[in-house]
């Protein structure tokens, strides 16, 4: 509920310098002639301190009075939802410039931009201007329920009802059911991408195991290959053991035999050596002996007596005995030699026989180590083709774990997707409710009905009744959605061109406390400027006070704005609105007057 309290008006317009308390008028007639600042003094400084702007459509400077052309404020005092508030404009001012002001329990909660400001003061009155205009300040250059187009009526209700919340949950859920709409195509695409990848991987799967077993049957088959030949192989190193063992015997008669050979070589040096002693003794005889043939008659040396050929023959006996004792010694010795050579003649034949074993034992060895050594790296290939991981194995891993992941993210995918088409059916149906032809049209279709409802009251007597519909039927046999009027009077249906002056005010008048109850009475102040123009005659005046005073007990506030002096009696309160000679707007009496 919004309750304007008073109203404090500075340099706007006509008006000088006013304050005017607005709550508990009561059925109030402002009266004054034309020209004299009635409207300004009341309907335009209340309509242009809230909004800026007024049905008048005046320029900006056009709101500063003439005789002051600055320091314009018109400052309104309300409570709103137990709030006190102020909304201050300033035009022209030499403190605050062109501001405007919105303060609250004393709090300054002006924007830097008016444009926000004035956005901040319609959330906080709950009302637009164009349902201001035409449910709380009447005004003669407003165009009225009844004379709008059906287009305006509508949009005049949407603002009424706030349908423009609506407009904004209807684009904003159509922008979500879009963003899911194309979410659940791009899970879609994302699921037939998957289901075609798993598909294509599948059958590569299936491939790779074909080949698998391919390739697993050919290394068992190397490896069988190898496996014989390698059996092949042992069966020929078992001899090594025995090689190696003769080789060992071999080296050890070798080293024996040289050892024979070098004692035999050892005994042939002594028997030469001892052969040549027994030539040297053997020699030694044989000259002797000699030399005792030529000593025969011969005399001693030693005593030089002629040597008897007894003693002579004696010697040559010891002598001869002497030379058969080397000779045999010799020929013993030279056998001896002959027997030496021979051994180390059969020495030698059986070291060659020897170092041939040998050579031949080695050579074998060598060729069965090589077999060994081809043995163990057949041992090694075995192995390793045993071990062997096959290159598709890692592949197929790969890809088994790429079906996997692709399988849960397929399975997450239809679940999110699953869920976002449940949450765009639930996006649709709002987007459906929140369109012109869901709860908007149903939330208008109420309302017309209490629209009517209201104005048929307070019309009731008059002989008119009104009738609202919210569609109109197009030839294509279509609807349109759009506000019709149609107007009975006397039962027969009239357009409002036809109605007479006083029924058109009467109309007028009582859409607009139709469209004020429909608001529930947002303020608690009703501003009906020349209502009662010269067109309405004494009839049309009483028909159009019934509807004032029906209405009158609703409001704390009912002020009429009017030039005829002939309805004071009929008003609780009569406040007269002047213009003095230097052309100012001024209350010169009644309760209002500040002063």
């Given at each position: 509920?919004?309750?304007?309290?008073?109203?404090?008006?500075?340099?706007f317009?006509?008006?000088?310098?006013?304050?005017i308390?607005?709550?508990a008028?009561?059925?109030?007639?402002?009266?004054?002639?034309?020209?004299?600042?009635?409207?300004?003094?009341?309907?335009?400084?209340?309509?242009?301190?809230?909004?800026g702007i007024?049905?008048?459509?005046l320029?900006?400077?056009?709101?500063?009075?003439?005789?002051?052309?600055k320091?314009?404020?018109v400052?309104?005092?309300?409570?709103?939802d137990?709030?006190?508030a102020?909304?201050?404009?300033?035009?022209?001012?030499?403190?605050?410039g062109?501001k405007?002001r919105?303060?609250?329990?004393?709090?300054?909660?002006s924007?830097n931009?008016?444009?926000?400001?004035?956005?901040?003061i319609?959330?906080?009155?709950?009302?637009d201007?164009t349902t201001?205009v035409?449910s709380?300040?009447f005004?003669?250059?407003?165009?009225?329920f009844a004379?709008?187009?059906?287009t305006?009526r509508?949009?005049?209700?949407?603002?009424?009802l706030?349908?423009h919340?609506?407009?904004?949950?209807h684009?904003?859920?159509k922008?979500?059911?879009?963003?899911?709409?194309g979410q659940?195509?791009?899970?879609?695409d994302?699921?037939?991408?998957l289901e075609?990848?798993?598909?294509k991987?599948i059958?590569?799967?299936?491939?790779?195991k074909e080949q698998?077993?391919?390739?697993?049957?050919?290394?068992?088959?190397?490896?069988?290959?190898?496996?014989?030949?390698l059996?092949?192989?042992?069966?020929?190193?078992?001899?090594?053991?025995?090689?190696?063992?003769?080789?060992?015997?071999?080296?050890?008669?070798k080293?024996k035999?040289?050892?024979?050979n070098?004692s035999?070589?050892?005994?042939?040096?002594?028997?030469?050596?001892?052969?040549?002693?027994?030539t040297?003794?053997?020699?030694?005889a044989?000259?002797?002996?000699?030399?005792?043939?030529?000593?025969?008659?011969?005399k001693?040396?030693?005593?030089?007596?002629?040597?008897?050929?007894?003693?002579l023959?004696e010697?040559?006996?010891?002598?001869?005995?002497?030379?058969?004792k080397?000779?045999?010694?010799y020929a013993?010795?030279d056998?001896?030699?002959?027997?030496?050579?021979?051994?180390?003649?059969?020495?030698?034949?059986?070291?060659?026989?020897?170092?041939?074993?040998?050579?031949?034992?080695?050579?074998?060895?060598?060729?069965?180590?090589?077999?060994?050594?081809?043995?163990r790296e057949?041992?090694k290939?075995?192995?390793?083709l045993?071990?062997q991981?096959?290159?598709?194995?890692?592949?197929?891993?790969?890809?088994?774990?790429?079906i996997?992941?692709n399988?849960?993210?397929?399975?997450k995918l239809?679940?999110?997707?699953?869920?976002?088409e449940d949450?765009?059916?639930?996006?649709?149906?709002?987007?459906?409710g929140?369109?012109?032809?869901?709860?908007?049209?149903?939330?208008?279709?109420?309302?017309l009905?209490k629209?009517?409802?209201s104005?048929?009251?307070y019309?009731?007597g008059t002989g008119?009744?009104?009738?609202?519909?919210?569609q109109?039927q197009?030839?294509?046999?279509?609807?349109?959605?759009?506000?019709?009027?149609?107007?009975?009077?006397?039962?027969?249906?009239?357009?409002?061109?036809?109605?007479?002056?006083?029924?058109k005010?009467?109309?007028?008048?009582?859409?607009?406390f139709?469209?004020?109850?429909?608001?529930?009475?947002?303020?608690?102040?009703?501003?009906l400027?020349?209502?009662?123009?010269r067109?309405?005659?004494a009839?049309?005046?009483?028909?159009?006070m019934?509807?004032l005073?029906?209405?009158?007990?609703?409001?704390?506030s009912?002020?009429?704005?009017?030039?005829?002096?002939e309805?004071?009696?009929q008003?609780n309160?009569?406040?007269?609105?002047?213009?003095?000679?230097?052309?100012?707007?001024?209350?010169?009496?009644?309760?209002?007057?500040?002063?």
């Amino acid at each position: 509920m919004v309750s304007i309290k008073c109203i404090l008006i500075t340099n706007f317009m006509s008006v000088a310098k006013e304050e005017i308390a607005l709550d508990a008028l009561g059925l109030c007639l402002v009266r004054g002639k034309n020209g004299s600042g009635k409207s300004n003094l009341f309907r335009k400084a209340l309509v242009y301190c809230l909004y800026g702007i007024l049905p008048e459509k005046l320029k900006s400077d056009e709101y500063v009075s003439d005789f002051y052309p600055k320091d314009l404020s018109v400052i309104t005092q309300l409570i709103v939802d137990k709030k006190k508030a102020s909304i201050e404009r300033y035009r022209n001012h030499s403190e605050h410039g062109n501001k405007l002001r919105l303060i609250i329990d004393g709090n300054d909660v002006s924007l830097n931009d008016n444009r926000e400001t004035q956005k901040r003061i319609v959330r906080l009155l709950d009302v637009d201007f164009t349902t201001f205009v035409n449910s709380t300040a009447f005004s003669p250059d407003v165009v009225l329920f009844a004379e709008s187009s059906s287009t305006n009526r509508g949009t005049l209700l949407s603002n009424i009802l706030g349908l423009h919340e609506y407009e904004k949950a209807h684009k904003k859920v159509k922008e979500k059911a879009t963003i899911a709409s194309g979410q659940i195509r791009v899970g879609l695409d994302r699921i037939a991408f998957l289901e075609d990848a798993y598909k294509k991987d599948i059958e590569l799967l299936s491939t790779m195991k074909e080949q698998q077993e391919e390739n697993e049957a050919v290394i068992q088959k190397e490896i069988k290959d190898k496996q014989i030949e390698l059996s092949t192989l042992l069966d020929e190193i078992g001899e090594t053991d025995e090689l190696s063992s003769t080789i060992i015997d071999l080296e050890q008669v070798k080293a024996k035999l040289i050892e024979e050979n070098y004692s035999l070589l050892s005994k042939q040096n002594e028997a030469k050596e001892e052969r040549g002693r027994v030539t040297t003794h053997l020699a030694t005889a044989n000259r002797e002996l000699k030399s005792l043939a030529l000593k025969d008659g011969a005399k001693c040396s030693t005593c030089k007596q002629i040597i008897s050929a007894t003693v002579l023959e004696e010697e040559k006996k010891k002598c001869e005995k002497t030379v058969k004792k080397y000779e045999k010694a010799y020929a013993k010795i030279d056998l001896k030699v002959d027997q030496i050579l021979h051994e180390l003649d059969s020495n030698l034949l059986k070291k060659q026989d020897n170092f041939t074993s040998i050579d031949e034992a080695n050579n074998n060895l060598n060729i069965c180590k090589n077999i060994s050594l081809k043995a163990r790296e057949l041992e090694k290939e075995i192995r390793q083709l045993e071990i062997q991981e096959p290159v598709s194995d890692k592949a197929m891993m790969l890809l088994e774990g790429n079906i996997a992941r692709n399988k849960g993210e397929n399975k997450k995918l239809k679940t999110d997707v699953a869920i976002e088409e449940d949450s765009l059916k639930y996006l649709r149906f709002w987007e459906k409710g929140f369109s012109r032809n869901g709860i908007p049209n149903l939330l208008v279709e109420q309302s017309l009905g209490k629209i009517q409802e209201s104005a048929n009251k307070y019309l009731a007597g008059t002989g008119v009744i009104v009738e609202l519909t919210g569609q109109r039927q197009l030839q294509s046999g279509e609807y349109r959605e759009e506000v019709g009027i149609t107007i009975y009077v006397a039962g027969k249906t009239r357009s409002y061109e036809q109605l007479s002056s006083g029924e058109k005010k009467r109309i007028d008048i009582a859409f607009t406390f139709s469209i004020l109850d429909l608001t529930n009475n947002k303020c608690n102040i009703l501003i009906l400027d020349e209502i009662f123009d010269r067109s309405l005659d004494a009839e049309g005046c009483e028909l159009v006070m019934e509807i004032l005073n029906k209405k009158g007990g609703e409001v704390d506030s009912l002020v009429v704005i009017s030039h005829r002096d002939e309805l004071q009696e009929q008003f609780n309160n009569v406040i007269n609105v002047v213009r003095d000679s230097h052309g100012v707007s001024r209350i010169e009496g009644g309760p209002l007057n500040g002063r």
